[in-house]
Nanobody
Framework: VQLVESGGGLVQAGGSLRLSCVASGSTFSVNAMGWHRQAPGKERELVAGISGRGDTWYADSVKGRFTISRDNAKDTMSLQMLSLSPEDTAMYYC???????????????WGQGTQVTVSS
């Protein structure tokens, strides 16, 4: 499975961005999907996840501001990000896994990442 992200960029605090992820290859094996991020000097963290049937999970830091969605028919996943702050600056990665569990770091497939930079 190959994952390709897009939609990152530079935005001012309070602004919004929408990240997209397109999956290709053996996508029939994909179950849970998620968006992870890694800021400089920090560990990678899961910020939003979505199960194969559409159940969602959000980290407390993004709850109420970020919305994850997926279109299984099109093998795509998105992350709508609102009210961005400089603390959201990070490389954002699309990830997918064969298992059903969303909240885990054990994802099988990873994209190359897309940079999100929020200026103050």
């Amino acid at each position: 499975v190959q994952l390709v992200e897009s939609g990152g960029g530079l935005v001012q605090a309070g602004g919004s961005l929408r990240l997209s992820c397109v999956a290709s290859g053996s996508t029939f094996s994909v179950n849970a999907m998620g968006w992870h991020r890694q800021a400089p000097g920090k560990e990678r963290e899961l910020v939003a996840g979505i199960s194969g049937r559409g159940d969602t999970w959000y980290a407390d830091s993004v709850k109420g501001r970020f919305t994850i969605s997926r279109d299984n028919a099109k093998d795509t996943m998105s992350l709508q990000m609102l009210s961005l702050s400089p603390e959201d600056t990070a490389m954002y990665y699309c990830a997918a896994r064969r298992g059903a569990l969303v909240v885990t770091n054990d994802y099988d497939y990873w994209g190359q990442g897309t940079q999100v930079t929020v200026s103050s």
